[in-house]
Structures are given as C-alpha cells and as structure tokens.
C-alpha cells in the first residue's frame, strides 16, 4: 500500500502543503478543529488545497484530527447537517449547513423575522440544492421531522401570515418550493438521533 507522500493543511498553526507526517504535524498538533489530509502526489495536494476540505474529508487517509465519532452511533460520515434557530418564535431567524464530521460552516442565512420550522425547511432545501451543485453523493442530517415532512411534501405547511415583513423571507419560501417540484435528487434525508448523539453538530448552542 502506498504512503502518503503529501500533507495538506487547510487548518493548523500554519495552513498549506507539507512533505513530511511530522512537517504536518507539527501544524496540527494542539490546534482545535485541525483540517488536513495525506496525498500521494504533489499534484494532487495542490489541487486539494486549492478546493475547499470538505471535498476531502472523510474520504480515507489522514483527516481531521477532531471531531470523533463513535463508530457504534452510525453517523454516517461524510455528509452534512443542518439546523435553524429563532430568537423568538417569531423572531430573528437564521438558519446554517455545516460539515457534519468537522462543523465547518457550508452556508448561512437570517432573516429579521421567521420561525423555527421554516428555518429547519430552508436548510434542508438549501443542502440539497448546495449537494446538487457541487455533486457530492452525501446525505443530510436533521433534527426536524416537521421539516422533513414540509420537504417530503414539496410545501412549507407554516402558519406564519405574510405580511410586509415577512414578504422577503416566503419569496425564499416560494423559491425553496420551486426548486423541490422542478429538481430531482437522490440525497437521503436523515433524522438526527439527539437522544443518542447529542446535539446535531449544525446547532447554533443558545438553548
């Protein structure tokens, strides 16, 4: 079996590409979060160090060094998670996409009003338009069964009212539907086992 012959740092004391295991970590070692992963060329390092690590973590060689699962919890691993918080329900609401096994955030969005459902919807839309785009054959984790069903149905049941200031955050609902019913995908939708595994890692931690 080949050794790798290439580090990549994307995240250390030191970010970039490294000829030896411990160049790399050196980097890495102490650093919280450290992203990072072995080459067998240097092409290929520099290829990867030019794109973002999600595109890479998770998939065999040396990788980030932390979060770790436990591989009894059936996290599936790469994929990615999502989940909203409300500052109010109504209230300020924003939801994000993150890299399930290194929280690194994919994409955002808040808006000045919204609810908590409706966030958790726009998220998983959002994934799978994001996944789409970017062809990566992973899942999606959330904690919302609301949602899921809203996705499952192509239609975001909320009850909020439409109003002057909401107008902004239900044309994104509306976009969000119509992504839904013109795309195909074939992105598995998962529930997020709290009980089991704690908070999903996508959780914004203000409860």
């Avoid at 040396?62 to 409300?86: E, L």
Wanted: hydrophobic share 35%; glycine share 8%; proline share 5%.
């Amino acid at each position: 079996m080949a050794k790798n012959k290439f580090y990549v740092v994307w995240k250390g004391a030191k970010p970039g590409i490294y000829g030896s295991w411990a160049e790399c970590q050196a980097q890495i070692k102490g650093f919280a979060g450290a992203l990072y992963k072995g080459f067998e060329s240097q092409s290929e390092a520099i290829k990867a160090f030019k794109s973002p690590p999600h595109k890479f973590i998770g998939q065999g060689s040396k990788t980030s060094s932390t979060p770790k699962f436990n591989p009894k919890s059936n996290i599936i691993i790469p994929s990615i998670s999502v989940d909203a918080a409300c500052s109010g329900n109504p209230g300020v609401m924003e939801y994000q996409g993150v890299n399930t096994q290194t929280k690194e955030q994919l994409f955002h969005m808040k808006y000045p009003i919204g609810t908590n459902n409706i966030g958790e919807f726009l998220g998983i839309v959002h994934g799978l338009s994001y996944l789409k785009k970017h062809n990566l054959p992973i899942p999606i984790y959330t904690d919302s069964k609301i949602a899921m069903g809203w996705v499952e149905k192509k239609e975001c049941k909320s009850k909020l009212e439409e109003t002057a200031k909401t107008k902004e955050l239900f044309d994104f609902v509306r976009r969000a539907e119509a992504w839904l019913k013109n795309n195909t995908y074939s992105t598995k939708i998962l529930k997020w086992d709290t009980k089991n595994w704690g908070e999903i890692p996508a959780d914004f931690g203000r409860k």
